[in-house]
């Protein structure tokens, strides 16, 4: 059967302006920040209501402009199908020539034409453009009645006092050049505020963990289905230190979203509840705002607002003062420390030392992969038991040495500690500290006293940010050995004169020598 022109050229025009068209939507939706994808997860959204409600409104914006250029040009081609005998306009003006043998107003009208049609399709994608243009739309609510009365937002059911609501097991996350989780085991109780510090920081499986468990709320995550992850993930709140928020609904919207959406509140209900949210955190004159008219502050307190929206059991929080300006970080902590007065279980990874010593009821230090060191933040901030923890917390600059041999390259090591307090701009007579503590205690009193098989040295120089104050570490295993009291006294007392204070410690197989100057 032969196939009318008409077919052909609908089949032509489809498979080859429908390559440039999904080309065009591929990337309108790869435009879409993948923040955005992230926040709707975190809220407890599936793939298709988050593509429907957040991905698809800001794709679109970025869709149109381009699609109005490729549909005009769609338009002028349909004259080649005057090729296959399909009657078109061209074609049609081409006879009325022959016919009339007027060379020019058939074209001329043809072209009119076109413009016409151009004209009134660029005004049409136009209009759709700006419909879809938040900025130009009524800052109205629909389904919402004025102000309701004020009323205190209800608070999820209370769990008992104690009660583990997540338990982490040989957690794991590995790059394929980097591995930041090794092995990560804690529990965490009702109530609990955790502050988690240190150089480096998937409970909720926004980051798939490449082995371990996880458990939370008494639902393992670990290998659980996208139904499961998005009914833990509505319980479990999460801030993001970017913010995230989606651009193309106002303050209100955004707050108001989820809870519809997801808790199938009615719009008034979630109005009202949005409402006193956004008077908690100082932003209820905000609400009919659009995000990127906020300063950064204000959209990461909206960003807590629209996570409180869900009334999660639990919430964590992503550095969420990292992206701020210094004066806005205090307005982002006074919120967070009034949630942490409510009772609300919290995770805060945070580089805030003062704010994560206030609010605590427990702080992780992270490092190597692991919780390398836990306790009461007056145990971490005021005694902390690791001289990693301890380097991090006072914001100690260090360098560090490793003996393995008492053949190793002294005047290289030498030269790196001078470096290393060159860099710190520290003076010359705190170099000359060192370069004396390394070669008078390290190399010329211990080393000499360990096997040469199996020789291990670790040595390490740290100083404040400000150089007030320096320190020497010395360890290595093997027998006690007080090198203070056994070594040269002229070596001794050339590495401790005009230091502040030295120790010795001897524990589990390990020695221990402490200088501060």
């Not at 009323?151 to 957690?171: D, K, M, Y």
């Not at 380097?391 to 001078?418: M, N, P, Q, W």
């Amino acid at each position: 059967t032969m196939l009318s022109g008409v077919v052909i050229a609908i089949l032509a025009f489809s498979i080859n302006f429908g390559v440039y068209v999904s080309e065009m939507i591929r990337t309108g939706i790869d435009a879409v920040d993948k923040g955005q994808w992230e926040a709707a997860a975190a809220l407890g959204f599936g793939r298709t209501k988050t593509f429907t409600k957040v991905i698809a409104p800001q794709a679109a914006r970025h869709i149109l402009p381009v699609y109005k250029g490729e549909l005009i040009s769609m338009v002028k081609m349909t004259s080649v199908v005057g090729y296959i005998a399909v009657e078109d306009l061209t074609k049609a003006t081409d006879l009325i020539r022959s016919r009339t043998f007027e060379a020019f107003f058939p074209l001329i009208v043809t072209a009119v034409i076109y413009f016409l049609l151009a004209w009134a399709l660029t005004s049409l994608l136009r209009l759709a453009e700006l419909r879809i243009d938040p900025k130009r739309r009524p800052r109205t609510l629909k389904g919402v009645e004025g102000e309701p009365p004020s009323a205190p937002v209800p608070s999820p059911a209370p769990r008992p006092e104690g009660e583990t609501v997540i338990s982490v097991a040989h957690l794991k996350k590995a790059y394929p050049n980097v591995t930041p989780l090794k092995d990560v085991n804690t529990e965490i109780r009702q109530g609990d505020v955790i502050s988690i510090i240190g150089p480096s920081g998937c409970l909720n499986r926004l980051e798939e963990p490449t082995g371990g468990e996880i458990r939370v709320l008494g639902q393992t995550l670990t290998g659980a289905g996208p139904r499961k992850l998005s009914a833990v993930r509505r319980r479990m709140g999460m801030v993001f230190q970017s913010f995230h928020l989606f651009p193309h609904l106002t303050v209100m919207e955004n707050v108001m979203l989820a809870p519809v959406e997801l808790l199938g509140l009615s719009r008034q209900e979630a109005y009202r509840r949005g409402l006193e949210l956004l008077r908690s955190v100082g932003l209820a004159e905000k609400a009919l705002n659009y995000p990127d008219e906020l300063s950064g502050g204000q959209k990461q307190r909206v960003a807590i607002a629209r996570t409180l929206a869900m009334e999660p059991e639990i919430v964590l929080f992503d550095e969420p003062t990292s992206a701020l300006d210094p004066t806005m970080v205090g307005e982002v902590l006074s919120v967070i420390r009034n949630l942490a007065s409510q009772g609300l279980t919290m995770l805060i990874v945070t580089h805030e030392m003062k704010f994560a010593r206030d609010v605590s009821t427990r702080v992780f230090y992270m490092d190597q992969g692991v919780i390398y060191e836990e306790g009461a933040p007056e145990q971490i901030f005021e005694h902390p038991r690791t001289e990693r923890c301890q380097a991090f917390v006072l914001r100690l600059k260090t360098y560090h040495c490793e003996i393995t041999t008492k053949s190793f390259d002294f005047i290289g090591a030498a030269t790196d500690i001078d470096n290393f307090a060159r860099k710190q701009l520290l003076s010359a007579r705190q170099s000359l500290k060192f370069q004396q503590i390394f070669e008078e205690l390290c190399v010329a009193c211990i080393l000499p006293r360990l096997p040469e098989k199996g020789c291990h040295v670790d040595f390490r120089a740290m100083c404040s940010e400000d150089g007030s104050e320096c320190r020497v570490v010395i360890s290595w295993p093997g027998k006690a050995f007080n090198p203070m009291q056994e070594g040269d006294a002229i070596s001794v007392k050339l590495a401790l004169s005009r230091t502040k204070d030295h120790s010795y410690e001897y524990a589990e197989g390990k020695n221990t020598v402490k200088v501060l100057f």
